[in-house]
């Protein structure tokens, strides 16, 4: 009876343990459901470590396109802060999809409508929205390496079979009915397969469990399958029909998974469950045999894994996109055209946090002009990364946007390379030569819009000058529309048939310098450099004679040569 009442007590003990764990997953459930509803847009939160970051763009580089942005344009824009500044996403799956829409600019305005249709949906429908949210926060990450890395690891592991495991449990069986035929021999042979089990299991475990992590993601891809509840928007009909295809080729993967997948496998956890499963493991190669039979499902089954991947990182990576419209105070949807143009109205940078809005319309190629510190790169970012935001989120910080839909490149912040050898010139004309190489591509009909800043400055101002204006005239007599920023105000004249002149200004008072940041027609009238020296404190003389010098050349076109003797 005391043994009876023991049994019954520890079982109520159990019982109330589970109740209670129910409890608090269903709190922390709803805690983090309010969590999305409340923080929606808000700015993301996440810390990257380099190892981390570095593992995002593996999914980009898997697949390929014909229109991306290459690294120099990524890395002259900082494209890298831009998508964290928007990665509201909380599964890999999905910021590596962000990512990848980043790099890869749509070509046509029919994908980007049926973003827009996804965007709008969950921006729409707030319940469908978190639930998915939540689905894919189940979902989760790979830790420092991409799915991908760990799939393409998978070869590493050769053919695999099961027939080893299976004759040693045929061994085990026949020991245990030797003891009934000769215990004392039985119990030796017994013993023996037990060791023998033992150290095979150990070997091979040590082998398989780096990829474990992989497998698990791909359980857990096949449960948010599952979990998503969206059969009832029709955005994303076509979308839910390939993951339900794809999940289903895949049927007896999830089957005995647990064995393999289980927190507790061989992790000394003291729970009096766990210890007995790995003795069962142990003893007879469950979760070895799983693994195999995994793997085979795995690598016939890549390119499914591969559309649960891409469906479900597309999906995250919209919601993301809506929730980053939602932390805009402006934007607009871009308005396309096959005229060769860009309009915007009010278009600012999405990484300035009080940023200075500027308009632009224009059909030509553009030459901005002005002094130091007064705008001309911001500007020329701004454009570059809005138009790469029209063709890949459909979104544009502006009030309104029209243009062409274009391949996109730039030369901007470029400096020496030191380990290849590379003097900033070099850098420079190869960076250049690249943007020259996409207007003589063949069969490709985008326009080509570019973004120079300081052209050539790497080297002396007469061969500046006159191979500056040879490059820039070539790019804007192309299918290309170039935007340029230069302290040579020669260029200002020498492209005045092929170029837009444009300008940024300052002005001075009481021995400081203000800048307005917004752009003008024409070429820029005013100098600066030298006033800058005065406002930090040059010696006067210095200043004076500077002035002098200057005001002399622009009069007469010649520099005079100093006499240094006058000077001690």
Known sequence: MEYLVFV???????????????????????????????????????????????????????????????????NDLNM??????????WSAAGEEYLYYMLRVPCTTEAELCRREEIIEFFRNHPDERVSSQYVFSRLGGTGKFSIYDYLDHLDQLGERSNSGHYLSLLLLAAAVLSLFVNLPMGLVFLVCILIYNNVTYFRVKNEIDPYITSFSYVFRLLETVKGLKLSGAEALKEEMALLKKSAAAMGSYKRGSFIIMSQGRMSGSGNPLDMLLDFFRMGFHLDLIKFNQMLSQVRRHISEIDTMI???GRIEALIAVGAYRESLEVYCVPAFT???????????????????????????????????????????????????????????????????????????????????????????????KRILDMLSEEGENLPVLCFVDEVLRGTNTVERIAASTQILRSMARRNCMCFAATHDIELTHLLTDCYRNYHFSERIEENDIYFSYKIMEGRASTRNAIRLLGIMGYDEQIIREAEAMAGDFLTSGVWHRLDCALME
């Open 80 to 89: 890298d802060e831009v998508f964290r500044r928007m990665n509201y996403t």
């Open 338 to 432: 096959e005229r060769l143009c860009f309009r915007a109205r009010e278009i600012y940078h999405p990484l300035i946090t009080e940023p200075v809005a500027n308009d632009i319309d224009t059909a030509e190629s553009v030459l901005i002009t002005g002094s130091n510190a007064s705008g001309k790169s911001t500007f020329l970012k701004t454009v570059a990364l809005n138009g790469i935001l029209a063709q890949t989120i459909h979104t544009v910080l502006a009030r309104e946007y029209t243009g062409a839909m274009f391949r996109i490149a730039s030369s901007m912040s470029l400096r020496d390379n030191v380990q290849g050898g590379d003097s900033y010139y070099m850098v420079e004309i190869k960076s250049l």
């Open 310 to 312: 891409t469906i479900l």
């Open 8 to 74: 019954a007590v520890m079982a109520g003990a159990l019982a109330l343990l589970f109740v209670k764990g129910l409890l608090d997953y269903r709190k922390s459930e709803k805690r983090f459901r309010e969590r999305l509803c409340r923080d929606y847009g808000s700015l993301p939160q996440k810390e990257y470590k380099p190892e981390q970051f570095a593992g995002i763009s593996h999914y980009y580089l898997k697949h390929p396109r014909d229109v991306e942005i290459d690294d120099i344009t990524w």
